[in-house]
């Protein structure tokens, strides 16, 4: 998926360009994060999962303008905030 919900299928198979192609659409939208904040922010809290396999940049506050541009940059992923 690329930035505006472009599909780039550069390099998949006939199947899977006929698939999305024949389909019309392909939708996705924001995880469902209310589903599971109640199971994994305690886990992450008491050090149980590890966001930092998740997370490739980890900034302050202040920082968050300049993670939003880097992750408009495809210079960063997913950003962590650290309070």
């Known amino acids: 998926m690329r930035a505006f919900g472009v599909v780039e299928l550069q390099g ?6 006929d698939a999305v192609r024949d389909a019309g659409h392909l939708n996705g939208g924001p995880a469902p994060v209310r589903a599971y904040v109640g199971e994994l922010l305690p886990a992450v809290l008491d050090g149980t999962v590890n ?3 998740v997370f490739d940049r980890t900034v302050t506050i202040d920082e968050v303008p300049a993670a ?13 905030i650290s309070f």
Do not use: F, H, S
């Open 12 to 17: 998949a198979g006939d199947r899977v360009q």
């Open 68 to 80: 939003y541009r880097a992750m408009d940059d495809r210079a960063a992923l997913k950003v962590l």
């Open 51 to 53: 966001p930092g396999k």
